[in-house]
């Protein structure tokens, strides 16, 4: 097999999640302009969160941990492509089916689902709302977990367009939907919750046509329960295990949240900022790092191995922590730019603006388990990180939970930060008996902490900077002027700075580009 090209890949799937997270905000920014952090955007916001929760809970994270590895080995061992194909087909099979059981049942038990998610709904007008909405949206799980498991095929052979392109159509489709719902005059919050099923139609049919394309044309049809789909089975159980922690860590968040009176909705928006650059790098590595780590170890590339895993966290690291530095230096500015119109006041930026640094703290780590975890998944161990999954679902219960009552909805952030560190800690830790594969080398070593100075001296200017440029935002005409001269500041100050210091060199990201 051709062997995947690490960069490339990277920057296929980075550049079009970017895209996505673009289309994200601009849909933040209208639902934030229409309602505001009102009971509608909470209800919405919630029943939306439902099918995501258990998408990653099923396809992106417990069932294709297990199934790219195993796919991924079979490209690069002696099986056909027909071999891989049938084995592609009766894992399609056998998740399609368990997840048309599985949505049933949650369209019974839709109110029991709501208050597990925020049972600070009850008893007021937002859980009926939630309910109904949970209902139209939820059938987005079968779709979307089926599209993942394809786009793990996909990422598996090398093939990283249209995996990394079908989520830009979930956003296109509620800008769509919200600019025809403003001009009939349609209800929001249905008008959202009915768009989620039409994304999944169009997202789903964007990487099975991709799939087919490449000889991989899968069909819904009665499960097998074959030997390897029995190991499927046995290999993903951990890291379902591992993934249900992981989402009860986000439901904590939630209910924690749904005690306060908009902060839902604050934690949201500050959740979106956050999740560019995690989508963009984080996400990124992680999708391309899994199958080609899998395929080296397959064919016994140790050094490959070790090669790829410290140049994935070279470049996250790289991007992610001047990142991370940002959302701490400017958080009110980039709040007041983003989000502050229509429905969404000053007060409301406040609290989103305190969530979006505290967040911003714990972003290397969220990046860090993107590329520790693919060490684990790629020899098949999912048993493990479901250990550390625990762990980390004890400091975030106790910080959460612990310090709701003396500051509040902050605490579901600051439980998710600590969380991120924790289970960095424990998957580096658990990671030092896998041999030289999961070592750093000099030239890690040596750039990381070059990169720390240049993102924090970054940050010293941005701070500065954005303590002058605030007060000119009460003038709506100046915030686009003013977001772009504080990015334009970080990345000319960051990347200045890096090379000077030996950070990096950006002789090296052409050469990158280029491969």
Known sequence: MKPIRLMSGFLTVGGWTFASRILGFLRDMAIASMLGAGPVAEAFLIAFSLPNMFRRFFAEGAFNMAFVPMFSKKL????????????AQDAFAALGSVLIVFTVIAQIFMPALVLAMASGFAGDERFDLAVLFGRIAFPYILLISLAALLSGLLNATGKFFAAAAAPVALNLVFLGALGLGNIFGWNPGLTLAWSVPVAGVIQMGIVWRAAAAEGYRLYPRLPRLTPEVRRLAVIAGPAALAGGVVQVNLLIGRQVASYFDGAVAWLNYADRLYQLPLGVVGVAIGVVLLPDLSRRLRAGDTAGGRDAMNRAAEVSLALTIPAAVALIAMPHALVTILFQRGAFDA??????????????????????????????FAREDTKRPFYIALASLAINLGMAVGLSPFIGYIAAAWGTTLAGWGTVLLLWIMSRGMGEAAQTDARFRSRIWRIIVASLAMGAILAALSSVLTPMLANGALKLPILLALVISGIVSYFGIGQVIGAFRLSEFKRNLKR
Do not use: I, N
Not at 76 to 87: L, P, W
Not at 360 to 368: A, I, Y
């Open 76 to 87: 690069e061992g002696d099986e056909t492509q027909a071999q891989a194909r049938v084995f």
């Open 347 to 376: 007060a409301d930026t406040q609290s989103t603006a305190l969530a979006v640094a505290v967040y911003g703290l714990g972003l290397p780590s969220f990046v860090l388990q993107k590329v520790l975890q693919p060490l684990f």
